[in-house]
């Protein structure tokens, strides 16, 4: 069975940096195609960023310059580096490696 496992989310201070991560465990990868999302209470859940198997990126206009999408593939694990932080940026965070989905990771950035 496929799991996607995150972790790196918390609670900091506007301005301040966070690295998400996401392994995959149960399948083994070559080349990760994946992204990060992430959902508002009361919103859509949306595109952050991805990476796909080439190694090109995509960015959501509103993160570009503050955010870096990264993977390790030979340790099944997708990165988001997340610096300069700002209140509108808290939300749950969900992974996506190829189908695969992860169960959601908060982050809150206070004022």
């Known amino acids: 069975q496929v799991q996607l496992v995150e972790s790196g989310g918390g609670l900091v201070q506007s301005g301040g940096s966070l690295r998400l991560s996401c392994t995959a465990s149960?399948?083994?990868?070559?080349?990760?195609?994946g992204g990060w999302y992430r959902q508002a209470p009361g919103k859509q859940r949306d595109l952050v960023a991805e990476?796909?198997?080439?190694?090109?990126?995509n960015y959501a206009n509103s993160v570009k310059g503050r955010f870096t999408i990264s993977r390790d593939s030979a340790r099944n694990t997708v990165y988001l580096q997340m610096n300069s932080l700002k209140p509108e940026d808290t939300a749950v965070y969900y992974c996506?490696?190829?189908?695969?989905w992860g169960q959601g990771t908060q982050v809150t950035v206070s004022s």
């Open positions: 149960g399948i083994r990868f070559s080349l990760i195609s």
């Open positions: 996506r490696i190829f189908d695969y």
């Open positions: 990476i796909f198997s080439g190694g090109s990126t």
